[in-house]
């Protein structure tokens, strides 16, 4: 099950995307389930970046429904290898920093047959890759790494506390798209006296079990060619959180 405050963020990040649809060139669909794995995972690998490789279930294609609901007037057919399915595995290839992590270990590069990875030993259809503490807006070494995807590439920004060494990075231009609402200062009527490095009394959407406070939550995913690809949320069912009010 998924935590109820992250269906909420799902089914409001959902809206969005239904709202904005026709900024995108085409739509993929990601579990629920793994996409909170993917945020859990984000945080328990800190203070490192983690680089993750993705596969749709060849059974499982969009939904009908849902695909043309979310059609984008700019839509392109056979943009990417696997379009129109959902995705529903994914598995930490590597960790480091921005520029080492979108490079594949030898671990993940020979064992041609590895029963988990099948015959591409690694080469998934699409991946993602976090920056914590950071917008999820591609870097230059972002792009660049793209160019080798077949599928998409996805960035998770996670905004949390405690910060440790890594304070909120905000200092990068580009469009950002969140769950739930920018993270803001409230009020307390608490001591200003705080730790160094402590978060800005910033408001809480969650608690990670690892104990971090998430303050915010971005997703995007992009396409080699630059093209900005939608994201629907959707269920086991491969319905959209929030559909009722999407429709």
Known sequence: MVEVWLE???????LDSINSKNSYA????IKGELFENLIWWGLQSLPDEILVGMDVDPDSPHLTEVEDLFRSEQHVDGLFQSQGYQINEAHIVNRGNSFSVHHLPEDWTDDMFSSNRGSRAGRFTHWLHTHPNAPAIPS???ADAAQETPGIDMILGLRFSPEGPMPWFNDVEGTRRRLGEEAKPVKSKKSKR?????????SVIGVAPSGHKIHEIQLIAFHKSGLAINVVLVDNEGMPYGWKDLK
């Open 194 to 202: 705080r730790k160094f490095g402590a978060s800005k009394n910033l």
């Open 140 to 142: 230059e070494a972002d």
């Open 8 to 14: 909420k963020l799902m089914a409001s990040y959902n």
């Open 26 to 29: 085409a739509q993929i669909h």
